[in-house]
């Protein structure tokens, strides 16, 4: 079995390197951040500001996709890429993450989970088998198989269970793939915050071999060094031939930290979603456009930034226009994080091609505002 | 005085009418169609699609900005085009139709009107003068004078009353107005229901003098065949070399209807407001996009459209952004709807023209579907 990954360069001083994952809709260039469009949108902008912005590859939910306006639905139209208008790569994650999140989970069995659909509150089953069905019905480039989320924290007893029963609907997913598609699947590595336990897990997901390998289980609330450690030593037990995924992060800070310590690929609402809450991220820090100091600021939200915000509104019009709750704060605050978020990853990209990493990184943290 | 209005073509069959309005801003084309933009922002769109719509003039709300965030903060970032990001020519109301719709309005009298601000509860006072600072402290291309607005039904005595409050007003703001910017200023025929009474308003109006001329007090409930004859009466009335506007109307058979009676210029929130309530405007009729029959419609809102949205997306996309509450749904049906009536109205200009819109007129209501 080939990788869709090939490995351009490793840095000399730390574990960063460049790559590249080929999909059925094109390449993208990593480490990568990948915009996250929830439900066939990523919120408030077009796919042709996606283009614009330079966005490589985004992120669906089959969770909500899955639910409404459901699979069958965007198999019969076409698939998710025609569907939402995108013709870039896609990733799907399972579902799992956000089924595990609801309050009205009925039920974890060997068999998969039943949960209550949190928009009309009907039952629903979603297996390993039936995460495929979903995922291949969309026709995301990059699936992912279905795991199970470990409470933080956890005992060991229940890490080990939820970690093993996940490599079990890892194989039934493998096994029910249709390979012919061209569509990749990847693992998803638990463990919890057990060492020896990510490393069973990678030695199970390595068994049954994948297309590329997430770290999963992560930011869910243990303190922020203990997540770089397990990344760092999750990254190195997963072999350089494949992409490595850190799922849900995450802030600058942990992008730099996580390709640091070797990993590919990344995604978070959190430039989406804080963008709409009114925060914005410029490379000295963030930037809360409600504050009253900003009501008659005719400066842009930041000056070295050429995104099509910055080179044509104040942040006095941007508060105007978030304390007005207008549709257009949405927009733009979402072109200026997203610009940030994709402009950050090309510069750690450039950084590493150039193998200064190392002090890209420190001259990341000397531009922070204390 | 000359006037910014040029005439370029009258209709042999009909009083409609081909010309264009110089403003410090540029020129645009008349019979025109302006998109509003309440509060500094055309709802959920961007200067730049507002450009590659093809908007000529955009009109924004003396009372909104007024309130929030206030034309001394507008003035002090270098005026609204620059505030909002639009070259363009921009018209701005009084102030006077939204203060006349509050509830808490306060008190009318000679001097002017109080009110009670809809954000906060606190009491506002305008006057001619005071609608004439903030358009000048605003810079809009064209300004209203400050006028009454008159119930419906109202009595003759109501009326006359109003009407002459109205032109009395109307002197104070053409008096006090710097006519040293370039701002035009527009007056406002009232007159309620009676042709007479209109042809007393719209004496007393030249009798002073104005840079343009509106219909104003048409479309507030009134029937439709009403509207229509009042303002055949008063677009005949107003003298051929100004500019003719009907202010706050209308759908697209009014806006058909009202240049087929010599109208040259139109607002409305109309196209803006319902696509954010998912209703579409096509040659063929509406369409509410939330509708169960285009569930699963890979059609485009409108096949001969091609405008961004019918260009990418289909029916069952847009109806499942509607129902799925997000942002884009918004977006993207803006951007159709203010392409038909933007649309609509260059097609007017061009049968006119070609001194064909009677019969333009006639496959107007030929296209729809009954």
């Known amino acids: 079995m080939t990788s869709p990954f090939t490995l351009h360069k490793t840095s000399t001083n730390c574990a960063a390197r460049r790559g590249e994952v080929k999909t059925v809709h094109g390449t993208f260039q990593t480490p990568i951040f990948m915009p996250v469009g929830t ?30 306006p459901g699979h069958e639905l965007i198999r019969e139209l076409g698939g998710l890429h025609k569907f939402m208008g995108w013709d870039g790569p896609i990733l799907t994650d399972s579902g799992g993450f956000q089924i595990f999140s609801l309050k009205d989970l009925a039920k974890i069995s060997e068999e998969g989970a039943d949960f209550k659909s949190h928009i009309d509150g009907s039952m629903k089953f979603l297996s390993p088998e039936k995460a495929i069905e979903i995922q291949e019905a969309l026709g995301s ?23 093993n029963l996940t490599s079990r609907w890892a194989k039934r997913c493998r096994d029910i793939q249709n390979r012919e598609s061209g569509q990749l699947l990847f693992g998803i590595v638990q463990g919890g915050m057990y060492p020896h336990l990510r490393e069973m897990a990678v030695e199970q997901l390595l068994e049954i071999g994948f297309d590329g390998y997430a770290l999963g289980g992560l930011s869910v609330g ?23 995924y850190v799922m849900g992060v995450g802030t600058p800070q942990d992008l730099v930290e996580c390709v640091y310590r070797g990993v590919d690929m990344f995604d978070c609402v959190m430039p989406t979603r804080n963008a709409r809450n009114g925060m914005l991220f410029t490379s000295k820090g963030r930037l809360v456009i409600k504050n009253a100091r900003f009501k008659s600021d005719p400066l842009p939200v930041d000056e070295s930034c050429d995104c099509y915000t910055c080179r044509n509104f104040s942040r006095a019009y941007l508060r105007h226009l978030y304390t007005s709750r207008e549709i257009l704060s949405s927009h733009l605050n979402t072109i200026h994080n997203l610009h940030y978020f994709v402009g950050l990853m090309t510069d750690i990209r450039q950084a590493i091609d150039e193998d200064r ?7 990341f943290y000397a531009k922070l505002e204390q």
């Open 141 to 163: 480039d990059i699936m992912m198989v279905l795991d199970t989320c470990i409470p933080y924290p956890a005992t060991e007893k229940e890490v080990i269970d939820a970690t």
């Open 222 to 244: 243990e303190p922020r060094q203990e997540m770089y450690d397990l990344t760092e030593h999750g990254a190195a037990l997963l072999p350089k031939e494949h992409a490595k």
């Open 39 to 68: 439900q066939a949108t990523v919120k408030a902008i077009t796919p042709a500001d996606l283009k614009t912005l330079e966005a490589q590859i985004i992120l669906a939910n089959t969770y909500h996709l899955f639910l409404r």
């Open 357 to 363: 990493f190392p002090r890209f990184r420190q001259e």
